[in-house]
């Protein structure tokens, strides 16, 4: 909050006041890129936009995701972290869950397509991104490559 206060030239008590928090400037600074990412599964081109077999944009969602997470992860998890279940509110999660259930319902009409939603989303959350990346080492092509495994057994089963 400091940093920001200073960047912009005001008092950090300002910042606070418009913010309250650090979870709500980091979805404030996160805002531009989930507005860019929600316009490119929702309109852009296939296969992680309208056009593809749902499978494939499935896929394609993952990991269009990760690669966010390469860049945006630490804010991301101050913005998941405040409230503890603040990413399950959010309304970007929301969509896409939202997003996700719907093309599992068209891959698999017989899955339940809101908790495999669920399911597929759950790794992408940033500390657990974080957990794998930095801590543990694990590339982002090893990560990319487990989404893909979890999602033969959604789409395949």
Do not use: C, N, W
Request: aromatic share 6%; glycine share 10%; no cysteine.
């Amino acid at each position: 909050m400091d940093e920001v206060a200073a960047a912009a030239g005001v008092g950090v008590g300002t910042v606070y006041r418009r913010f309250t928090d650090r979870a709500g400037l980091a979805q404030a600074l996160l805002d531009a890129q989930e507005r860019r990412f929600q316009a490119a599964f929702l309109h852009g081109s296939p296969p992680l936009g309208p056009g593809a077999p749902s499978g494939e944009r499935i896929r394609a969602f993952l990991h269009a995701y990760v690669d966010r997470l390469v860049d945006e992860a630490p804010l991301l998890a101050v913005a998941e972290s405040h409230p503890p279940a603040a990413r399950f509110a959010s309304g970007a999660y929301g969509l896409h869950r939202r997003h996700l259930a719907g093309l599992i319902g068209q891959a698999r009409p017989d899955a339940d397509a809101d908790y495999v939603a669920e399911a597929l989303l759950a790794p992408l959350a940033a500390v657990m991104f974080l957990h794998q990346h930095r801590d543990r080492g694990m590339r982002v092509e090893r990560i990319k490559a487990g989404l893909d495994d979890l999602l033969r057994g959604v789409v395949v089963a």
